[in-house]
């Protein structure tokens, strides 16, 4: 994630879409060899760790201001991880389509405070399982208001298990809030 944000501090165009930003991290990682040998699933098919998009457990709506509410209904449309990492230890216990994400990333471009809240109840819904979430927020075009810069901000102080980084290179010079590292008391 870090390697990401120096990218995009240094050339902010280079990513075209949020799309771009994706499949960059998914090459760091993969690249990266960690998440390349293979497990098998309950089918049993063989896949690797590393997935884009892979569906969350849980079910979701959206209320009036566009903002995620979980359901409990069997048809309610599950979400989606931007980038995950597969359990290998609970592989077998799954299908392929309901693998279930240890890690999850979720990421935003030039994106307002609805996005990032978004992202939030996807990576703390009980339901999906996630023991390490992160989140990257980057602004390109588009600042970041004050007010949704703090709001982001006290987001993550309340979900301190969520690793993130926020960049806005939208000015001449970029601002940055760095929680990448677990903070020691």
């Known amino acids: 994630m870090e390697r990401l944000g120096r990218k995009f501090i240094r050339y902010p165009?280079?990513?075209?879409?949020?799309?771009?930003?994706?499949?960059?991290?998914?090459?760091?990682?993969?690249?990266?060899?960690?998440?390349?040998?293979?497990?098998q699933t309950s089918d049993p098919k063989k896949t690797i760790l590393l997935h884009k998009e892979l569906?969350?457990?849980?079910?979701?709506?959206?209320?009036?201001?566009?903002?995620?509410?979980?359901s409990e209904e069997k048809r309610k449309k599950r979400g989606h991880?931007?980038?995950?990492?597969?359990?290998?230890?609970?592989?077998?216990?799954?299908?392929?389509?309901?693998?279930?994400?240890?890690?999850?990333?979720?990421?935003?471009?030039?994106?307002n405070i609805t996005h990032f809240k978004n992202d939030i109840v996807k990576l703390t819904d009980a339901r999906n399982g996630v023991q390490q979430g992160f989140i990257a927020h980057f602004a390109r075009e588009k600042p970041i208001p004050a007010d949704e810069l703090l709001a982001m901000k006290d987001l993550l102080k309340a979900n301190p298990q969520i690793r993130s980084i926020i960049i806005d290179c939208s000015k001449r010079t970029a601002n940055i809030y760095?929680?990448?590292?677990?903070?020691?008391?």
């Open 81 to 111: 991880f931007d980038i995950a990492i597969i359990n290998s230890l609970r592989s077998k216990r799954y299908d392929l389509k309901h693998q279930r994400a240890l890690i999850a990333v979720e990421l935003g471009l030039d994106e």
């Open 13 to 39: 165009h280079l990513f075209y879409t949020e799309s771009d930003m994706h499949c960059y991290l998914y090459y760091l990682l993969y690249a990266g060899r960690t998440f390349k040998g293979f497990i």
């Open 55 to 70: 569906p969350t457990v849980g079910g979701y709506t959206k209320d009036t201001q566009g903002l995620l509410v979980p």
């Open 178 to 185: 760095n929680r990448l590292v677990k903070e020691t008391k």
